[in-house]
């Protein structure tokens, strides 16, 4: 159970606004002068207060304090329920199973295709994987530069994966975008590794690229160190982030 909960926090904070209401619900009663938003209010705060006793990360306090006063103030608007159908739908198509990965999607920068381009070998054959590849923007910029790699890139959200399809349907053969869960691809048949994720997953994410890739292939991840493991290098990006590759090689 507590897996489940460090795996998908999403649950807690819900179950924790569930606990909130549980405690409340018995004082309407007996304040009844104060307005629908005001107990709203009220739920926030008491629910950011049990956020912050269960040590929940710091981002979700604001989310927890603002939860039901924005419930209240967006069924005020009266909408009709598809809309919110619908954007329930978009926002799944787009980001897939973020609540459970918790990685969003965010691009890489320019800054970050130019230095992976440099680090690249130019006259031999390589191959590339972007785990989790977005759009397939970084992949279809590399295979132009690069003819003597082969591109590969796994994405799980629907939107992103059918884009980076289609961009990369039209360059050269060697430039693939597959639909498909990162944590189930092999990771042995790749020279360099890719990852611009999250720091939740980097920890078992250099457990599988350890156990699965081969001594000599680098593995690159931007942003996000592998808490404890000393990469071989690191190089800073003047990029609008000011973010850093980790290069590790294997
Ligand atoms: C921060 S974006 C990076 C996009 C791209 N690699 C880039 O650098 O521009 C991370 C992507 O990883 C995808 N992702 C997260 N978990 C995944 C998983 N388990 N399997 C496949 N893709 C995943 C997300 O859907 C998101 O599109």
Redesign the pocket.
């Known amino acids: 159970m507590l897996k489940i909960f460090n795996r998908m926090p999403v649950l807690k904070a819900l179950l924790i606004q569930l606990f909130a209401f549980v405690c409340i619900a018995p004082l309407m009663s007996s304040l009844p002068t104060l307005t629908l938003l005001e107990w709203a209010l009220f739920q926030g705060i008491v629910a950011a207060f049990i956020s912050y006793c269960f040590r929940i990360a710091s981002w979700w306090l604001p989310i927890q304090l603002c939860f039901f006063p924005a419930v209240v103030l967006t069924l005020a608007l009266e909408l009709s329920p598809l809309w919110f159908c619908l954007g329930f739908f978009l926002l799944l198509l787009i980001?897939?199973?973020?609540f459970q990965?918790q990685?969003?999607?965010?691009?890489?920068s320019t800054e970050?295709t130019r230095v992976l381009a440099s680090l690249l070998p130019q006259q031999r054959n390589f191959t590339f994987m972007?785990?989790?590849?977005?759009?397939?923007?970084?992949l279809s910029k590399l295979n132009k530069t690069h003819t003597h790699g082969a591109f590969y890139?796994?994405?799980?959200?629907p939107i992103?994966y059918l884009i980076g399809k289609i961009r990369t349907l039209f360059r050269r053969p060697n430039c693939n975008v597959q639909w498909?869960?990162?944590?189930?691809?092999n990771l042995g048949q790749f020279d360099v590794v890719?990852?611009?994720?999250?720091p939740v997953?980097m920890p078992s994410l250099w457990e599988k690229a350890s156990r699965e890739m081969q001594p000599g292939s680098l593995f690159i991840s931007?942003t996000f160190a592998v808490p404890g493991i000393t990469p071989e290098k690191i190089i800073a990006l003047n990029d609008f982030s000011k973010s850093k590759l980790y290069i590790w090689r294997m």
């Open positions: 980001y897939g199973k973020t990965t990685v969003p999607l965010y691009l890489s970050v972007d785990l989790g590849c977005g759009c397939g923007g970084l890139g796994i994405e799980a959200a992103p498909g869960d990162l944590w189930k691809q890719y990852a611009y994720l999250s997953p931007n």
